[in-house]
């Protein structure tokens, strides 16, 4: 891959932590509008740089969902990450991820008593 690439597939990232902030706060439509083009727009230049990425993604309606556009930002990017690299988390910026990828050695069993 190259330089601008990346770059467009971490615009990828952010607009899929967008549309998924949008829908979690219920908020405007124009919140909305303005992922699925933003969407749009990465997928349009990638489609340039990459050209077997015509057939496999679509452009997203003006009025899609924030969901609609988060699952969609997340599958183009999943595309381009290499299986081989230890691939992006997402997670939340105060540091908190999926339990899978936390250390093991931190988990440790609680004894828990109910009365």
């Not at 988060?70 to 599958?75: L, P, Q, T």
Request: net charge neutral; charged share 30%; aromatic share 10%.
């Amino acid at each position: 891959m190259n330089s601008e690439t990346d770059k467009l597939i971490n615009v990828l990232r952010r607009i899929a932590r967008a549309a998924s902030y949008a829908n979690w706060v219920k908020a405007d439509a124009d919140a909305a509008r303005f992922c699925a083009a933003q969407y749009n727009r990465v997928l349009a230049r990638l489609n340039e740089l990459e050209p077997n990425t015509r057939g496999l993604f679509a452009s997203l309606p003006e009025d899609s969902s924030p969901d609609v556009t988060r699952m969609a930002a997340r599958d183009l990017a999943a595309y381009f990450e290499d299986d081989t690299a230890e691939s992006h988390v997402w997670g939340f910026a105060w540091g908190c991820h999926p339990r899978s990828v936390r250390a093991r050695g931190k988990c440790f069993p609680v004894e828990v008593r109910c009365e």
